[in-house]
């Protein structure tokens, strides 16, 4: 009997000691558990604190991606020099990058609205790890990194894209360029068009209602017959009030193209009528009661209103002799042309890409962007020409034309001229 009770209790003790065992487990499970919570929600307080998350939002915003990318497009008076300059990379790289350029053939001549994209590696001492050139519409060159990171490897990929010409043409409603955007014109070619009647047309004056343009350029399709890029603008004639501007593309040497009118002369002039498009003249030159100043003095140059930003082209070929600030003129660009003419662009918001003192820019190149800097009421250009050290009257100033083509020249244009007529004539008569 007494061996069955001492047996009898250890079982039971072992019952009890399973129970402890188990209250303890659950005790201690329960104080992990709320520390655990009691951690959570104290790391939780840190993250929502104010101050901290200003300074990870400060942190985060100011750290780059590892990969980027570039798109630029060639402009008149580029250079590979310029452009590779202007490229956030170490002088090494810039001279392998240039060194690769020039070494190919196809590249030989740098032409404006040539395309660029370069993909950058941020977090590597040389930085280029590919960029891409386009040497026309349907190719391009694509250089690779080798892995020694010190030179590029090249490879031509010809584009499947097909060239169609386009004609258009419309009444002049309200502005050219809502005129051509109702026709489905690209900006880039309204532009452009805009740009070659520059030199001779005001586009804020001289046009009036119900004038009317024609244009032909070109286009490039994919396989999917949708519209990828525009080309040239190979013919366009603007008539104001009954009076034809006709302009005709042609290649009057090896890699030279210009515009002439039906009489063989270069639309280019020595300096363009004025620097800018869409802007509304707002002083002229002469005296004139100062609107900061409050008093009269003589107002030697024109001022041009248009929104902050609208660009400013050069008026002519030149070199810059000054890009900074110019006390009540604020940020203003110099540029001397020749012997007898210097231009004067200020208010500037800011410089075009790449001028600075001592470069070369080419007529129409965009120097810099309308602003109100220096001694101004409001966003303007304030443009002076200058003729033999003397301000004059850039309104009333008579030019002579660019080339003008004679003799054996002469004659292989009105051949262009003709089979562009015959082109004209034949798109006409497709589109009705």
Request: charge should be positive; proline fraction near 2%.
């Amino acid at each position: 009997m007494k061996y069955f009770k001492l047996s009898n209790y250890k079982d039971y003790s072992i019952f009890f000691w399973i129970i402890l065992v188990s209250i303890i487990g659950i005790t201690i499970t329960t104080i992990y558990k709320t520390n655990k919570e009691d951690e959570a929600q104290k790391i939780k307080g840190t993250l929502d604190n104010i101050y901290l998350k200003k300074i990870t939002k400060e942190i985060t915003n100011n750290l780059e991606p590892r990969y980027s990318s570039l798109d630029y497009v060639s402009r008149s008076g580029d250079t590979y020099q310029s452009i590779v300059d202007s490229l956030n990379i170490i002088k090494e790289e810039k001279k392998i990058l240039l060194e690769s350029i020039l070494k190919e053939k196809s590249l030989k001549i740098l032409r404006t609205n040539q395309k660029f994209i370069f993909k950058f590696d941020n977090m590597t001492k040389f930085k280029i790890v590919e960029f891409k050139i386009e040497t026309d519409k349907k190719n391009e060159i694509i250089f690779t990194s080798s892995n020694a990171k010190n030179s590029f490897t090249s490879k031509k990929i010809k584009k499947n894209f097909k060239k169609k010409l386009v004609y258009k043409e419309t009444s002049i409603i309200d502005s050219l360029y809502n005129s051509a955007l109702n026709l489905k014109i690209s900006p880039n070619i309204i532009i452009e068009f805009a740009r070659l009647y520059g030199f001779q047309v005001d586009f804020q004056r001289d046009i009036w209602k119900d004038d009317s343009f024609q244009i032909i350029y070109e286009e490039y399709l994919n396989d999917k017959n949708q519209i990828v890029d525009t080309g040239e603008i190979i013919f366009a004639n603007l008539n104001l009030q009954n009076n034809d501007l006709q302009l005709y593309k042609y290649e009057y040497e090896k890699n030279k193209v210009d515009y002439f009118d039906e009489n063989g002369k270069s639309i280019k002039k020595t300096l363009m009528k004025t620097p800018i498009n869409g802007a509304r003249l707002s002083s002229s030159y002469g005296k004139r009661k100062h609107p900061i100043l409050g008093y009269t003095k003589m107002h030697t140059g024109t001022d041009f209103a248009a929104p902050t930003g609208t660009p400013i082209m050069a008026s002519g070929d030149g070199k810059v002799m000054k890009a900074g600030w110019c006390g009540g003129g604020g940020k203003c660009v110099k540029i001397k042309h020749n012997k007898t003419y210097q231009t004067v662009y200020a208010h500037m918001s800011k410089f075009g890409r790449g001028i600075k003192k001592g470069v070369r820019v080419k007529q129409g190149q965009i120097i810099g962007y309308v602003g109100s800097t220096g001694m101004s009421t409001g966003p303007h250009l304030h443009y002076e020409v200058i003729e033999n050290g003397r301000k004059i009257n850039s309104q009333k100033l008579r030019l002579p034309s660019g080339k003008i083509l004679k003799g054996e020249d002469r004659k292989k244009f009105e051949v262009s001229k003709i089979k562009i007529d015959v082109l004209k004539s034949n798109l006409i008569i497709k589109n009705n």
